[in-house]
């Protein structure tokens, strides 16, 4: 069996894999020289709670594939010998005026139905932890089951190992459109030629929609732009995620820091705005402001796939056999890449999966 993949980001990396270790042949195709620009430009916090405003359904699956991060980093470090940087050193999540308190109260209490283990923490131990944060915070709950990786190193982790595996990578070359016949997916089109596959995975993340609307299938996906400032020279390590309702920072391996990140309407322009460092300026001078006298090592920017409800499209596309959809991941694409690989190839090759994608039906909106 050969599987066409769409899309050189997290997920189509990610789904290449899973499906090169179950012995399928792939073809992965990007329209970039590398691929997952959005992917590697992401904070890359594995986070279900700390970001999640409500008991949203999708969280059983983001459990799932933060279950799956501790094996799929070991694995990609066997193969790839390259280190994730994988670490769950939990969360500090804070409230930063009275009625943001409130909110952490009430989260904590859905939070606790899935992670026992999470808790309200005294302001005093959470400025004792972690003694940059703001002492003017009102309320702190820690969650320590949330983790992160390193982006950079994921992406390049993830190109390594499918090469090694046998991938046929198409880098730079953009899919033009479907092949179909019969109802039935048959290959991708490319400039000058076309390319054969008994399954097509569209994982083009914020151009999904251009893939399947010539065949009369809309995926409504919207790019949301995001920007993050790397933070170096800090007066103080940090050891967790240090999160809020305006903004967060994540610690790096290397004592960097991600200050993170704007959420802009700006279609598909990769372009950083001095707006969206003035938004997160300020809201580090209300999480932790002496990190204010550490210096900006740079800026990444990415477009999120976001849909209406927030939550990926990930399963088969009705219609059209042979078509699946693995895009839409939004705000948490690099926490559920794991779960999406292994439900994809799950359906794929069997036509099902164990792992909970109901809330993702990729024709949810059009049916
Ligand atoms: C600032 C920021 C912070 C974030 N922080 C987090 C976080 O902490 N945790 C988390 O879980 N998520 C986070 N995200 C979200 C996460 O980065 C995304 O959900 C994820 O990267 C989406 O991955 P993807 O593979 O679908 O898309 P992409 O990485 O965008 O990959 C899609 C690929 O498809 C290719 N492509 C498009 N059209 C075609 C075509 N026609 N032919 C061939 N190739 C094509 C593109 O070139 C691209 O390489 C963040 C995002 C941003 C922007």
């Known amino acids: 069996m050969r599987v066409i993949v769409v899309g050189a980001g997290v997920i189509g990396s990610a789904v290449a894999l899973e499906l090169l270790q179950r012995s399928v042949e792939v073809?992965?195709?990007?329209?970039?020289?590398?691929?997952?620009?959005?992917?590697?430009?992401?904070?890359?916090m594995v986070n279900p709670f700390s970001l999640t405003p409500a008991d949203t359904p999708a969280l059983p699956f983001y459990l799932a594939s933060l279950q799956m991060y501790p094996d799929w980093s070991n694995t990609l470090q066997a193969i790839s010998h390259i280190d994730i940087e994988w670490r769950q050193g939990g969360c500090v999540?804070?409230?930063?005026?009275?009625?943001?308190?409130?909110?952490?109260?009430?989260?904590?209490?859905?939070?606790?139905?899935?992670?026992?283990?999470?808790?309200?923490?005294?302001?005093?131990?959470?400025?004792?932890?972690?003694?940059?944060l703001n002492p003017e915070?009102?309320?702190?709950?820690?969650?320590?089951?949330?983790?992160?990786?390193?982006?950079?190193?994921?992406?390049?982790?993830?190109?390594?190992?499918?090469?090694?595996?046998?991938?046929?990578?198409?880098?730079?070359?953009?899919?033009?459109?479907?092949?179909?016949?019969?109802?039935?997916?048959?290959?991708?089109?490319?400039?000058?030629?076309?390319?054969?596959?008994?399954?097509?995975?569209i994982a083009s993340g914020a151009w999904a929609d251009a893939l399947t609307q010539p065949l009369g299938i809309h995926t409504p996906v919207v790019p949301v732009r995001g920007l993050i400032l790397r933070l170096g020279d800090l007066p103080a390590p940090i050891q967790r995620i240090l999160s809020s309702p305006v903004g967060y920072v994540t610690p790096r391996a290397d004592g960097t820091a991600l200050l993170g990140a704007t959420r802009e309407q700006a279609g598909y322009d990769l372009r950083a705005a001095a707006e969206g460092y003035a938004h997160l300026l300020h809201a580090l001078a209300r999480i932790a402001p002496t990190l204010l006298h550490a210096t900006i090592q740079g800026h990444t920017v990415g477009l999120r796939p976001d849909t209406p409800d927030h939550n990926p499209y990930i399963g088969s596309v009705q219609g059209v056999e042979g078509l699946y959809l693995a895009t839409g991941h939004a705000y948490h694409g690099i926490?559920?890449?794991?779960?999406?690989?292994?439900?994809?190839?799950d359906i794929v090759l069997n036509?099902?999966?164990?792992?909970?994608?109901?809330?993702?039906?990729?024709?949810?909106?059009?049916?």
């Open 137 to 201: 915070i009102h309320a702190a709950i820690y969650l320590p089951s949330e983790g992160w990786v390193n982006t950079t190193r994921l992406m390049r982790a993830l190109h390594q190992s499918v090469k090694l595996m046998g991938v046929n990578f198409y880098k730079g070359v953009p899919a033009l459109s479907i092949v179909c016949a019969g109802g039935r997916a048959r290959g991708v089109r490319i400039v000058g030629d076309s390319l054969e596959g008994d399954a097509v995975v």
């Open 93 to 132: 999540r804070v409230a930063l005026s009275e009625s943001d308190a409130q909110q952490l109260t009430a989260s904590l209490e859905w939070i606790r139905r899935y992670e026992p283990q999470a808790r309200r923490l005294d302001t005093r131990d959470a400025l004792e932890w972690e003694p940059i």
């Open 27 to 44: 073809i992965l195709i990007d329209s970039d020289a590398e691929g997952g620009h959005t992917s590697a430009a992401s904070a890359g």
């Open 351 to 367: 036509s099902a999966t164990q792992l909970p994608i109901e809330p993702f039906h990729p024709n949810r909106f059009t049916r």
């Open 335 to 345: 926490l559920m890449a794991p779960a999406t690989a292994h439900a994809i190839a």
